[in-house]
């Protein structure tokens, strides 16, 4: 029987690990996905059509797709031009998913049909069917709402929250209830992870499931966002959104090229260091990145191969 494993998050990072994943014969894949984004294309779309966020589907969607097609690549078009054209700076597949979501009236209708089409290997699920705004409490008391304004505010994040009831779609709650591995991350702490990790629905599911639950850290800190942060913050972030201890810490411990850790450190972005000897979860270090090109991203193979590792020991 193939193991179920779980990939929850939101943005490249998320896409990045589940482009590995899709590769394991041996697993059924679910990837639950932030719908909180309120930014760009995305947050235009939603304002206008009252619709679920679908940036970070879509991003999960062509990462998903058995293979590159002429269509995986007219998903991630982005239409060009002035700002006074109102197709301006859309995206493609954002215009698709909020077709099909319209003339059906069901968001996850829509994210089925694409997925047939482009052959998508596992499922994809949103973790809520709400319109859905993030908030964040900043460490003075301030509050900022909207996820593409709390990395803009230059504060220190408390937590970040919803102020309206968010329930979680059934397929969610489902998929981690009879999950065999939750793996959180690789994205943005408060504005891809955390925002699946806080409706009530998805933390107590996680406290019930027997899976075994791994944080995939970030390997570089995010501007705005996780300034400063050693891997041990973002662990804890983690468990006092959801609730819910992490059972295993996987960490990146490539040595980066000097010119590229100038490069991040003239952005404001730091190595995420392990600032401390001993922790209650276990830490497995390996070497799991790419900077081929300049940015440090995790190498989708790399992760792979160590998840496969892993789950061949359950």
């Not at 490249?12 to 394991?24: F, M, N, P, S, V």
């Not at 966002?225 to 973002?234: A, I, K, P, R, V």
């Amino acid at each position: 029987m193939k193991k179920k494993v779980v990939v929850i998050g939101g943005g490249t990072g998320q896409a990045t690990l589940l482009r590995g994943l899709k590769l394991l014969n041996d697993i059924h894949l679910t990837a639950i996905v932030t719908v909180a984004d309120d930014g760009g294309s995305t947050g235009r779309l939603r304002r206008a059509f009252h619709i679920p966020a679908m940036g970070d589907i879509r991003n999960v969607m062509i990462s998903m797709a058995e293979s590159e097609t002429m269509l995986s690549k007219l998903m991630e078009y982005r239409f060009e031009g002035t700002p006074e054209n109102e197709i301006y700076g859309h995206n493609l597949g954002n215009l698709i998913l909020t077709a099909l979501t319209d003339r059906s009236g069901n968001f996850m209708e829509a994210i089925t049909a694409i997925s047939k089409v482009l052959n998508v290997k596992g499922d994809i699920v949103p973790s809520s069917l709400q319109v859905i705004t993030l908030f964040a409490e900043m460490v003075d008391g301030t509050i900022v709402r909207g996820e593409s304004n709390i990395p803009k505010n230059g504060n220190r994040i408390n937590r970040v929250f919803y102020q309206e009831k968010v329930r979680a779609s059934r397929q969610a709650i489902e998929a981690i209830r009879s999950a065999d591995l939750i793996i959180y991350g690789v994205g943005s702490l408060y504005t891809s992870i955390c925002p699946n990790l806080i409706i009530e629905d998805i933390a107590h599911a996680l406290k019930v499931t027997k899976a075994k639950k791994i944080y995939v850290c970030n390997a570089m800190t995010q501007p705005g966002e996780t300034d400063f942060y050693s891997m041990e913050e973002h662990v804890d972030a983690i468990v006092r959104h959801s609730g819910v201890k992490v059972d295993l810490v996987i960490k990146a411990s490539d040595l980066l090229p000097q010119d590229v850790v100038q490069r991040y450190r003239e952005l404001g972005s730091l190595i995420v260091d392990m600032v401390e000897d001993e922790h209650s979860y276990p830490v497995l270090q390996s070497n799991l990145l790419d900077f081929s090109n300049g940015l440090v991203r995790h190498d989708p193979l790399k992760v792979r191969d160590l998840i496969e590792s892993i789950l061949a020991q359950e």
